[in-house]
DNA sequence: TGATTATCAATAAATATTTATCGTTTACTG
DNA sequence: CAGTAAACGATAAATATTTATTGATAATCA
């Protein structure tokens, strides 16, 4: 039996592989072929325990003394998310998000690929965005089927994004990337992920100012 | 004493709250004044248990069988976040997603005001994004010193990123929001906050690949 | 060749977070 | 105005995640 069925990686775990991913990449490119859990613990600001937990759920064994194969990790974390056959999905709303991440180089690296553009403007239809046209709102099934694409990127006003999503999922989208701040009501089996930079920006701001709490903490505490 | 400074808020939590503060202020728009954990928990798909403890490390107590005051709510989660006075912050990279960020509308609701934006490329200099005038690096210090700015946003190319947070440092900032897919070295007491597209897209290809495994073993044992 | 050391895997302990239970409060109903 | 039900807070239990401990292994060097 295959142990990857047994047991479903920690979130977490799996929050962090992008970033193993890079990094690991980024030897692969120097040359370098194996690399300790210590080394990368330093480069992540991680605990070498925590990345060895995590590289132990890609399979991966070890080697005492000079820790994994760069590659054979790669091609594991890669499996273990399913970016190792890339992944097409369209983009619906073509504005300043939505351009900027058509542009965004760095998604070849996760196996995403944006193969075609909606938008419902009429000043934007036709246009191209990086060499995608985009394309009217109702192409959406069509392309949908005729590129047996499964996911859709969101980034639409807020106003009208649980109307676009009932419509792409009435096109046949199984999972959505939801830039939108905005929480979507849809069938149980359509899998909803949403980007929010704010929850970001929140955990910032609480650092931020627990900073400032600890100094003005100490200074008062000086002046005792 | 306070409160407030005996413990501190779980991380999940403090991530949590832009999702709560969206929906409050939606609450509060539609002229609703008080609102139970049930009603937010059903709207963000949580437990009401879990509500119920996010809501009481805002220090806010809710009334049985009506739940808490909106607009308390919303004046207490924003002073955790220290959302409650505008933060001023400068962007450097006036690129596709510099632009993007600088036009977002959301940010207000942050409290996160974009008041400046630099960048190296001569073309860029001085033209001006949703109204704010793109400046040269080299007005950098200058424009942290004389706007008392604090945190800078950081969208840059990656080849360069390291060598500009020093610059950003060097110049007086004191928190980082990162949005380079790469991890900065810094002095200990900069604040580095990095925002990953590829986190949250880890998230949703492992829940895809999850839910297509679960489908073909569901397949298979229906076979059986 | 044998000692040394960095590193790994497995297991255990500690910590953090979520979820459940229970008794209490308050608005609403008849 | 008593009974009922929805919702709260506090505390406890369960679960998830991180961190520590221990013993084993393989490269390196005297
Ligand atoms: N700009 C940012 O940096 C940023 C950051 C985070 C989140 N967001 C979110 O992303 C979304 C888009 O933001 P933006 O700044 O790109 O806005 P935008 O107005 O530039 O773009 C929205 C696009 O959606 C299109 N659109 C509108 N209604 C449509 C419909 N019914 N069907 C198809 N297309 C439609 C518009 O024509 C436009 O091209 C918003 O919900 C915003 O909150 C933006
Ligand atoms: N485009 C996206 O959707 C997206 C998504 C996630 C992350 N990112 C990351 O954000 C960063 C920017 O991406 P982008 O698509 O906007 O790229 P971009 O090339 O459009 O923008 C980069 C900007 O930085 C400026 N710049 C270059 N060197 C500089 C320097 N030394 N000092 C100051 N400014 C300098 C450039 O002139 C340019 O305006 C990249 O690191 C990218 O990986 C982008």
Chains 1, 2 share one sequence.
């Not at 992540?44 to 080697?63: H, N, W, Y």
């Not at 192409?139 to 999503?165: C, K, S, Y």
């Not at 992920?193 to 900073?211: G, H, P, V, W």
Request: glycine share 8%.
């Amino acid at each position: 039996m295959n142990k990857e069925a047994l047991f479903s990686i920690p979130l977490p775990t799996i929050r962090r592989f992008p970033a193993y991913l890079r990094l690991l990449k980024d030897f692969e490119n120097a040359g370098e072929s194996w690399v300790s859990a210590t080394r990368l613990a330093e480069d992540l600001r991680l605990k070498p325990i925590q990345v060895r937990k995590d590289m132990s759920c890609t399979g991966v064994e070890g080697k005492p003394k000079v820790g994994f194969e760069v590659h054979e990790l790669i091609m594991a974390i890669e499996h273990h998310l399913g970016w190792d056959n890339a992944t097409d999905a369209i983009l619906i709303g073509a504005g300043n998000l939505g351009n900027a991440l058509v542009g965004y180089k760095g998604f070849a690296n996760y196996g995403l690929r944006i193969v075609a553009i909606l938008d419902n403007d009429k000043k934007k239809i036709g246009t191209t965005v990086y060499g995608v046209t985009v394309q009217s709102m109702e192409h959406l099934e069509e392309t949908v089927v005729r590129l047996g694409v499964n996911i859709a990127v969101l980034t639409v006003p807020a106003e009208v994004a649980q109307e676009v999503a009932e419509m792409v999922v009435a096109a046949g989208i199984k999972g959505i990337w939801n830039f939108v701040p905005k929480n979507l009501t849809l069938p149980e089996d359509i899998i909803v992920q949403r980007t929010d930079l704010a929850t970001s920006f929140a955990e910032l701001s609480s650092r931020i100012k627990k900073s400032i709490e600890e100094k003005s903490r100490t200074k008062r505490s000086l002046q005792n």
